[in-house]
């Protein structure tokens, strides 16, 4: 087996029922219900190795968390291939368990009424850890996420984030080879997003864990992930190196400027594409490969108050990407994962 | 071996979470005793009019009573908490985490959490079957006994099999709720020797909804009536039952479809 994760064509379709809106709509339902068939995931295909922090991007509904089930053997496949660590996902065969883990961030596996060891010392009997494994596994977990005094905690007691600490803790006890983390920093306030972002980075490279992350913070993925997965409406639209991605769409760096004086649009328009302007500021997009010439000659020439370089917005970029805006990103995926 | 285990600290992990609430386990323990006396003077007001209840006696049918709060004990410790469990777990796609786990699926859902506070009424249902054959001043003989332990296991194994496919179909028809208070509907019976209903009755109480092997054949065990039929019909029934239900979730695991993202 080449990769350690092979998807080949996966399609995953649903039925779902369909109801119209108010009292009626509802009545009709109960009766005689429409389904229609959801195209969840449709023909995607990519191979990860092992060791890789691949992100998965893409707007609600995209199929992300569909692959990512489908990865954990939790649903079945409408059609396509899926090959893990040797395993196929859906027959679920306790081998292939046990050397992977999925967390998600909006469903938590504790139990609520008690302390997060009471979960751990659950886990460790499913998956069978050793008592010695699983003491220097802990110390770890602990040192790494700080979890000291969280332990002796009812679940319920403790904060958002204090609980994803634990989930994470929770989920990593059997030491997985394969992490699945599914939005794992939802809800999260800055600091403790960026506490748990360095503790994946971490535990990647200590372990050479394989990691799939789906995540709408941008920063989790631009932190975390060389690669990235673009998923919409079921479709595959990129997949490759992060960076190539955005020096394809987006070849060009943000210049900020501030005036003192209301500027000469037409003058700017030499170095540049103007953005925006408005009053006393501009933007203006000037090609990445002549930015700092571009920005000698700027200076030179035009009254400037402030000068500010920027790369572009990521979110701009990926949104980009999803109106379709891009176009042949496709055709250049194998070539932007050979480089 | 490794099941017991686990079932031993599923066991006490939901005996932790109790006694995180000891006021909610004084007020249970109070309801099982008003439950039990609801029966008991229930069968009582029927006595007073009658020698026997479908060919049972007050004694007699007292076995039948506490069998009744027995398995009455056992569903509300094992099965119902598990099976409402189940349903939640299904409808906001947290059954993800029983799914992922090196376990067999069927048995880490049904056997997770226990409501340990029910076991008073397990308790209660032996000591009502002691008083009754107190009563009777009889004392079942060994081979009695063994064959009662292995209809009682029958008995459960087929509760717990009606309760699983129940269960079950929250898969497709995610809330199942009525069902499961259908279901203890018709238990209610239980507390009746089969024998008091006639005809069709009877016999949905006995292969439909088999009610009658729950309560009434194990009573008939124990006190020694039980015919060959009737005990290999409760082995193949439980077996059967079980098998089924086993089948039935591993269908339903297939057609999971783990809601929420």
């Given amino acids: ?339 | 071996m490794r099941y017991a285990r686990l079932f031993g600290l599923f066991l006490k992990a939901s005996f932790l979470v109790e006694l995180e609430y000891r006021a909610n386990f004084a007020a249970r323990a109070m309801v099982s005793v008003f439950w039990a006396g609801v029966t008991l003077v229930g069968a009582g007001v029927f006595y007073s009019h009658t020698d026997t209840v479908g060919g049972w006696t007050f004694d007699e049918a007292l076995v039948i009573i506490g069998l009744f709060t027995f398995m009455g004990g056992v569903i509300q410790t094992f099965l119902q908490p598990n099976v409402q469990r189940i349903i939640e777990m299904i409808r906001l796609g947290t059954l993800d985490f029983v799914l992922t786990k090196p376990v067999n699926s069927q048995f880490m859902a049904s056997l997770r959490y226990s409501q340990m506070f029910s076991i008073v009424d397990m308790l209660l249902g032996v000591a009502i079957v002691v008083w009754a054959l107190f009563r009777l001043r009889y004392a079942p003989d060994l081979l009695t006994l063994a064959q009662f332990a292995l209809m009682l296991v029958m008995a459960i194994l087929i509760v717990y099999s009606i309760w699983m496919v129940i269960a079950t179909l929250a898969f497709w028809l995610v809330k199942v709720n009525n069902m499961a208070e259908l279901f203890n509907s018709v238990y209610d019976t239980g507390r009746f020797p089969v024998t008091t209903f006639q005809g069709l009755i009877r016999l949905a109480l006995t292969f439909v909804v088999p009610i009658a092997f729950i309560t009434t054949f194990p009573a008939q065990s124990l006190l020694g009536w039980l015919d060959a039929t009737t005990l290999l019909a409760a082995v193949a029934m439980g077996v059967g039952l079980f098998t089924a239900s086993a089948l039935f979730w591993r269908r339903a695991v297939r057609s999971y479809s783990s809601a929420g993202s």
């Fill in chain 1, 1 to 339: 087996m080449a990769h350690q994760i092979e998807v080949d064509r996966l399609s995953k379709h649903y039925q779902v029922h369909e109801k119209e809106p108010g009292l009626m709509g509802s009545l009709r339902a109960f009766f005689a219900r429409k389904y229609r068939v959801v195209k969840a995931v449709e023909g995607v295909s990519f191979n990860i190795d092992a060791g890789e922090m691949v992100g998965f991007l893409g707007p609600n509904g995209a199929g992300k968390t569909t692959t990512l089930k489908v990865l954990s053997g939790l649903l079945y496949p409408t059609s396509g291939r899926v090959n893990v660590l040797g395993f196929i996902p859906h027959q679920r065969q306790n081998e292939y368990l046990k050397q992977f883990t999925l967390v998600m961030g909006q469903k938590q596996q504790l139990m609520w009424d008690l302390p997060p060891m009471e979960t751990f010392l659950v886990n460790r009997a499913i998956y069978e850890v050793p008592k010695g494994d699983f003491a220097a596994i802990l110390k770890e977990l602990d040192d790494l996420l700080e979890l000291g005094p969280l332990l002796k905690k009812q679940v319920r007691k403790l904060s958002l984030g204090e609980r994803m600490k634990c989930e994470l803790a929770a989920a990593l006890l059997h030491r997985p080879k394969v992490l699945f983390l599914d939005e794992p920093t939802i809800g999260l306030d800055v600091t403790m997003q960026a506490r748990i972002r360095d503790f994946i980075a971490e535990y990647n490279r200590r372990h050479g864990a394989t990691v799939i992350l789906t995540s709408h913070y941008m920063a989790d993925v631009t932190a975390l992930c060389e690669r990235i997965i673009v998923i919409d409406r079921g479709r595959l639209l990129y997949d490759g190196n992060f960076r190539a991605l955005i020096e394809r769409v987006a070849p060009y760096k943000v210049l900020k400027l501030q005036f003192e004086r209301p500027p000469d649009l037409a003058a700017l328009a030499q170095f540049g594409t103007v953005a925006r302007a408005d009053g006393l500021t501009a933007v203006l997009h000037v090609p990445r490969a002549h930015a700092t010439d571009m920005a000698a000659r700027l200076l030179s020439q035009v009254e400037v108050d402030d000068i500010n370089f920027e790369e572009p917005a990521v979110e701009d970029i990926i949104r980009q990407v999803f109106a379709g805006q891009v176009d042949g990103l496709l055709s250049e995926t194998g070539m932007a994962r050979a480089s």
